[in-house]
């Protein structure tokens, strides 16, 4: 069943699927139901193979350069621990922060980023099993990573 609407500004709503808002909302009581999908990493090769939209949980650069920009400099070596779709890796490239290895669980998400931005490094490594050798780093960057690893429950959690 289609619906379509007039938005408050008098524009035309586009045409909504009923059926895939019902399936979105379902989708969404499931996992507020059922978190422990979001430490697994089939669960993210699943969403992640049905969306080519970018997404950043929480904030965005717009949101948070204001508190980065004073600590970073142009030669920061930076990690992006589960990077997922984000866009905020290539706004600070844009921003002269080049040095980010991006990393995330889901090989799928990590093909397509790669194929979205050439220029940027994408690597698909489980955060809690890197192999990058000590002080590789200046800076690591996590936004919801943790927090997804901590929704699968482990009462002895892989890392310090
Ligand atoms: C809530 S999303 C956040 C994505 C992105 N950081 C953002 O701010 O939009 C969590 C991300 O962590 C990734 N992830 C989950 N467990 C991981 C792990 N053990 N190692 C690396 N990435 C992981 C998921 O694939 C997903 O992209």
């Not at 609407?5 to 399936?23: F, H, L, P, R, V």
């Not at 996992?31 to 992640?48: D, I, V």
Request: with cysteine; proline share 5%.
């Amino acid at each position: 069943m289609e619906s379509s609407s007039i938005n408050e500004d008098g524009t035309a709503n586009n045409n909504i699927n009923e059926n895939q808002k019902i399936k979105q909302s379902q989708e969404e009581n499931f996992e507020s139901l059922n978190p422990q999908g979001y430490a697994k990493k089939e669960y993210w090769n699943e969403r992640f193979e049905h969306t080519d939209s970018n997404f950043d949980w929480y904030a965005d650069w717009d949101q948070l350069s204001k508190y980065f920009i004073p600590i970073l400099t142009p030669d920061s070596k930076i990690l992006m621990v589960g990077c997922g779709n984000s866009q905020m890796s290539n706004q600070m490239y844009l921003s002269n922060f080049k040095n980010i290895i991006n990393i995330d669980i889901s090989g799928i998400v990590i093909s397509k980023m790669k194929e979205q931005y050439p220029n940027l490094n994408y690597i698909e490594m489980d955060a809690t099993k890197m192999t990058f050798p000590n002080n590789k780093f200046d800076f690591v960057i996590d936004k919801g990573t943790l927090d997804a690893i901590m929704c699968g429950g482990d009462p002895n959690p892989p890392f310090e």
